[in-house]
């Protein structure tokens, strides 16, 4: 239920404009009386894409430098 919840949450988020990661910028974390959005640390995706498989493509070809670079961000 929960995650249904999200998601509809999310989908309606998105539905009103708030695109590219721009929901990160609300997040606010007080690291060390430093605080920061979560947008400054998350890097969000869009594939130029709307072909589910071209997508599919798109992140099975990226992931792995993704995933390098979330490893050299922490």
Known sequence: ???????HLLDKLFLNGIKN?????????????NK???STIVKVYNPP???SKDVHNYISNNIEKWIE???TIR
């Open 69 to 71: 670079d979330v490893i």
């Open 36 to 38: 920061t959005s979560l």
């Open 21 to 33: 990661g721009a929901i990160f910028l609300r997040i606010i974390f007080d690291l060390a009386a």
């Open 49 to 51: 894409y709307t072909d």
């Open 1 to 7: 239920m929960r995650k249904q919840y999200l998601i």
